[in-house]
């Protein structure tokens, strides 16, 4: 089975106030330069695990950060060094994710020579005050024009990426933003409920009172709208969070939620080779220092509960987890060991048997973490 490459690039413009991913602020080429220099190194070095079958991949994603901040020859080394570690087979799937104002229609129009042939993009909302609390750098017509960049260079196949649940958002605002997102007609559509990080600006700002706390009901009610509008616009909910026109489902993405390998190189970049996790190096300075000294950034290696992880990962997705192919995989009766807690969840209404499935409930994918417990 193909494998999936992860490529984390971490520099933005800003650092958003939600966030907590590795990232940096970009400062200057140079180290920008510097850092692809090391995540080359990094990938040419790489020696597959013993247990992996081939060296075949058939998705590349570069996420962030910001990758679009990257120029078209970075890209392009990065790709090269990529293509040295691994064999890219069948209908490839190359995305990276772009943020409104950071690209040109040359810079896409150079990544779309390259083999980029799938965006991800990062608008969050229309609502300029909210794009002003998150600290995101650009406005409403900022993601707008850079849709149409992306569509005029030659990108068909585009995925947005919009929070339901930020602070002082109504049912209304998040209605305007649904809708205009589905005006544009992307092919792909990620919608997430805000999660509220520990040390970020955003949990220090809700934990002073200066933004209220998010408020759960009306969460559900954005999610029960979404999956209405999205499913009348033609789009197939495929995963908690995801939504696709037919065909344009996220290969890559589909690869961490059924547990398929996915090798991942840069700045806190976390591996999975079919048995082991492995994470690098968060601080992206000592990344580079440990990549130009030692080729490895390596700080964590586990061994996963490979069968927990698939129970809970396979639950994300809409099709729900075949107990019994599940029971043939890993010898477990789930609905025995786990008895008690999955009566507790189905009674909860969060949880549903279906002829042998065992599905989230709309209200369960909204409070799916309380599921998800059950398994970890």
Not at 80 to 109: C, H, Q, R, W
Not at 129 to 155: C, I, M, P, Q, Y
Not at 171 to 185: G, I, P, Q, T
Request: include cysteine.
């Amino acid at each position: 089975m193909p494998a999936g490459v992860y490529l984390h690039i971490p520099f933005c413009k800003s650092r958003c106030s939600y966030c907590d991913f590795a990232t940096d602020v970009y400062r200057s080429s140079d180290a920008v330069d510097r850092y692809v220099n090391a995540l080359c190194k990094e990938i040419v070095k790489f020696q597959l695990p013993d247990n992996a079958e081939n060296n075949w991949i058939d998705t590349i994603y570069f996420g962030g950060g910001t990758p679009s901040l990257l120029s078209p020859q970075q890209v392009e080394r990065i790709i090269y060094a990529v293509d040295s570690a691994f064999l890219l087979m069948g209908a490839d799937e190359v995305t990276m994710e772009m943020n409104p104002a950071t690209v040109t229609i040359e810079s896409l129009k150079g990544y779309r020579s390259l083999g980029v042939n799938r965006a991800s993009f990062g608008v969050q909302t229309f609502d300029d005050r909210a794009l002003k609390l998150l600290a995101r750098g650009h406005d409403a017509n900022d993601a707008r024009t850079t849709f149409a960049l992306v569509r005029e260079a030659g990108f068909t196949n585009i995925s947005f990426d919009l929070i339901a649940g930020l602070p002082g958002q109504t049912l209304e605002d998040w209605k305007k933003n649904v809708r205009e997102a589905v005006s544009m007609k992307p092919e792909h559509l990620s919608l997430y409920l805000l999660e509220v990080h520990e040390a970020t600006p955003l949990a220090e700002q809700i934990r002073s009172g200066r933004q209220p706390k998010p408020d759960d009901e009306l969460a559900a009610s954005m999610y029960e709208f979404m999956i209405e509008e999205l499913t009348a616009a033609g789009y197939r909910q495929y995963e908690i969070s995801n939504f696709a026109m037919p065909g344009f489902e996220s290969r890559h993405n589909s690869k961490y939620w059924r547990l398929d390998p996915v090798y991942a190189f840069g700045v806190s970049a976390h591996s999975f080779d079919g048995v082991e996790r492995y994470a690098n190096e968060r601080d992206t300075a000592r990344y580079v220092e440990m990549i130009e000294t030692a080729a490895t950034a390596e700080v964590m290696r586990e061994t996963i509960d490979v069968a927990s992880e698939f129970a809970f990962l396979g639950l994300r997705l809409v099709e729900g987890l075949d107990l019994d192919s599940y029971r043939l995989r890993f010898g477990i009766d789930l609905e025995e060991k786990y008895k008690r807690e999955l009566e507790t969840a189905a009674d909860n209404g969060l949880l549903e048997f279906r002829a042998g499935q065992l599905v989230l409930t709309e209200r369960g994918k909204v409070f799916s973490n309380e599921v998800f417990s059950i398994f970890v």
